[in-house]
């Protein structure tokens, strides 16, 4: 198998921008459906076997080393679950990226070395001169 040629690979990169860019809106996190029970005796939800009152859409994160929750309108159901779908997206793209551009680092050919100021052993030059100690102001 033949390693991807440099261009080839910032080509592949270019792409996946391109793509990255046309991801939109996403948010991280997860939907959750959940059901409770009321606590009132007569109601439904005390017999047994019933699930409770629901379902509950619950919108789930973690933020600033904290879970976050937030509940969900019925309204904004589908436009979140498109939001965590492009966030999802947005994940496999990051990574791929990361990916391609390892690849470019390594293919790319390294600058010719160049004498650095601090010599072969980097260490610093210099005359071997110090300059005099200035007494310290009081």
């Known amino acids: 198998m033949t390693e991807p040629s440099l261009p080839g690979l910032e080509q592949q990169r270019a792409q996946l921008y391109a793509r990255l860019a046309a991801t939109g809106d996403f948010r991280p996190g997860s939907i959750n ?36 929750t937030r509940q969900l309108a019925a309204a904004e159901l589908d436009k979140v679950r498109a939001e965590l779908a492009a966030y999802k997206e947005f994940a496999v793209l990051s990574e791929q990226i990361v990916e391609v551009n390892q690849a470019i680092c390594e293919a790319r050919p390294a600058a010719p070395a160049e004498r650095s100021p601090a010599g072969p052993a980097g260490e610093r030059g210099g005359s071997g001169r110090r300059s005099p100690r200035r007494p310290r102001p009081r």
């Open 33 to 68: 459906a959940t059901y409770r029970k009321c606590g009132k005796p007569n109601c439904a939800c005390a017999r047994p076997g019933h699930r409770g009152h629901g379902p509950r859409w619950l919108w789930t994160r973690s933020a600033g080393g904290k879970t976050r």
